[in-house]
């Protein structure tokens, strides 16, 4: 059984830094393409990056520069830094795992696996 959680989720002020987590069972990560999304209140749920099995990454252009997203073989793990957040980050974050063959993707449509989200608060 596939199972996904997310970790590292907080409040903090405009300007700060939290580091997601998202630590796998039954699955190996680096086998998968992977993704972090976000449903703000009342928003649809969006995608904010992503990272293929050879590491390439994209990002929601609103995220570039401020968020980095990683993967842990060794750990099995993925991670999404975000820096210099802002109050529109706020939402609830969620990791996810789609099959290698649809390639970098911010469509959550391609997901297959999914964890229950982290929310992130970020006041102004």
């Known amino acids: 059984q596939v199972q996904l959680l997310e970790a590292g989720g907080g409040s903090v002020q405009a300007g700060g830094s939290l580091r997601l987590s998202c630590g796998a069972s039954?699955?190996?990560?680096?086998?998968?393409?992977m993704g972090w999304f976000r449903q703000g209140p009342g928003q649809e749920r969006e995608g904010v990056a992503t990272?293929?099995?050879?590491?390439?990454?994209s990002y929601r252009n609103s995220v570039k520069g401020r968020f980095t997203i990683s993967l842990d073989n060794t750990k099995n793990t993925l991670y999404l830094q975000m820096d210099s957040l802002k109050a529109e980050d706020t939402a609830t974050y969620y990791c996810?795992?789609?099959?290698?063959?649809?390639?970098?993707?911010?469509?959550?449509?391609?997901?297959?696996?999914w964890g229950q989200g982290t929310q992130v608060t970020v006041s102004s």
């Open positions: 996810a795992a789609a099959f290698s063959r649809w390639g970098l993707s911010l469509t959550q449509a391609q997901y297959t696996y």
């Open positions: 990272i293929d099995t050879v590491g390439s990454r």
């Open positions: 039954g699955v190996t990560l680096r086998d998968y393409v």
